[in-house]
């Protein structure tokens, strides 16, 4: 029946948990060697009481609540609170913002430290500002053996700060990729304040890296000996004096304008204390203010072997001496002068009189086409003799087909030395491919196969200019 117990004193014996109640009541028990008190209702649902007076080590929280337990004010205020509800467990530490705006929590530790773990993720947040900061040691970010990344202002448009004007910057990683965000004006610079002094652009279709500014216009210097190397040409600013310069101090060497109707190169050597020659290797082109027509060249290449060449004998077989000059494509330009002289001696010739065929002739690419420009025919040469072949011309056309390549004057002859007859001729020679590597050859060919047939090749001389 219901009513009500008054009593000072309750006792209950400790024992194992009772079965269940009757619908729409409550049994109170104490289990063998616990001193809390428990509660079970009728679906079977076992409750643990806190007691005021329990031991500090023997207090716990009732499970499943939107709020077990809170310390707070008289007025409401809380400071510390602990939910249990299931799935949605939550330790609360500190004043509401709200209801107590200028509180503060305080975390202390001795020199034991202070160590904050978690399964998930740890989220430290400040409405005005975030300090980490160490009084006497290191302040470590990301400091374990962990191959995960280290995120620093991945959100919002934040401006990050490394180090002051007496901080020091050590990188000690084995290497760094720095990865930039594609199509935007200046992902990436170097500046100090409004001035730029690197830059990356990375706009679609017009990339490009930057140095210096007009502001400051700051030197550039690559020091050391190692070498520049550029894939790409040098692309100078449009309609300016001295758009490019090569200096050392105030000595000029060099200098390219850029300007509209008065572009030039100039070699100045201004200031400098001795005037030094210009020299060539190579050709120097130019039209020299005609405004079409066949580049004008001067200077040249020359090329001169006075070594012995190998010997050709015993054979009526056209065979090359081994001594040649090589020319990189479309080194023959239009009005370039090609001079040739090739000389050498006869040391012995079988009895009864002996012809022989000395050619020039330029092997177009790696082969096997050659092109025969001067042909030389001895007759009835000497043991001993002495021969010469020379060739002296122009280019007249250029091109991978063309009917008159070369023009000129040929001479060639033997005899004794201090004695030797040349004949001369005018030479026409067309079809070199003068877009081709060109090799300057000379060739020996003998009318009878002989032993006692010899001749080698003593000096030859090339030269374009």
Request: proline fraction near 3%; hydrophobic fraction near 40%; glycine fraction near 12%.
């Amino acid at each position: 029946m219901p009513g009500t117990v008054l009593t000072d004193i309750f006792e209950g014996r400790q024992g194992s948990a009772p079965t269940s109640p009757a619908s729409g009541k409550m049994r109170m028990y104490w289990k063998t060697g616990d001193v809390t008190p428990y509660l079970k209702d009728s679906a079977g649902v076992e409750y643990a009481v806190l007691l005021d007076n329990l031991p500090v080590s023997n207090k716990i929280l009732l499970d499943n609540l939107e709020e077990a337990w809170a310390v707070e004010t008289l007025g409401g205020d809380k400071y510390m609170s602990f939910k249990t509800e299931d799935g949605a467990e939550e330790s609360t530490f500190g004043a509401d913002p709200v209801a107590v705006p200028a509180s503060r929590t305080n975390v202390r530790s001795g020199i034991g430290g202070t160590a904050v773990s978690s399964e998930g993720a740890v989220d430290i947040d400040g409405a005005t500002s975030v300090s980490i900061n160490s009084s006497s040691g290191a302040v470590n970010l990301g400091t374990d053996n962990v191959a995960q990344p280290v995120n620093i202002g991945t959100s919002g448009a934040r401006t990050i700060t490394r180090g002051n004007t007496l901080a020091t910057i050590v990188e000690t990683a084995a290497s760094y990729s720095y990865n930039i965000k594609n199509n935007v004006a200046s992902p990436y610079s170097v500046k100090e304040g409004a001035n730029k002094y690197y830059e990356i652009v990375t706009t679609t279709g017009s990339e490009a890296i930057k140095h210096g500014n007009v502001a400051k216009n700051p030197k550039h210097q690559f020091l050391g000996t190692g070498a520049m190397e550029l894939g790409g040409p040098i692309s100078l600013v449009d309609n300016v004096a001295s758009a490019y310069r090569i200096v050392s101090g105030v000595n000029e060497y060099m200098s390219i304008d850029t300007l509209t109707g008065a572009e030039r190169v100039l070699f100045s050597f201004a200031n400098v204390a001795v005037l030094k020659n210009l020299a060539v290797d190579g050709v120097i082109s130019t039209k020299m203010g005609i405004a079409s027509g066949a580049a004008i060249t001067v200077g040249g290449s020359a090329y001169v072997n006075d070594d012995v060449s190998n010997t050709v004998t015993n054979t009526t077989q056209e065979t090359p001496f081994n001594k040649s000059k090589q020319f990189v494509a479309n080194t023959f330009g239009p009005a370039r002068k090609l001079s040739v002289r090739a000389t050498g001696n006869i040391p012995s010739v079988a009895a009864g009189g002996q012809n022989l065929t000395i050619r020039l002739r330029l092997l177009v690419g790696a082969g096997p086409t050659t092109v025969a420009f001067v042909t030389a025919a001895l007759v009835a040469v000497g043991a001993g003799h002495d021969w010469i072949v020379e060739f002296d011309g122009h280019v007249l056309s250029i091109g991978a087909a063309n009917a008159r390549t070369l023009a000129g004057t040929a001479i060639g002859g033997s005899g004794p030395d201090g004695a030797v007859e040349v004949g001369m001729k005018r030479i026409h020679v067309g079809g070199i491919d003068t877009t081709q590597q060109l090799s300057v050859e000379v060739s020996a060919q003998w009318a009878n196969a002989d032993a006692a047939n010899q001749v080698y090749m003593s000096s030859l001389e090339v030269d374009i200019g």
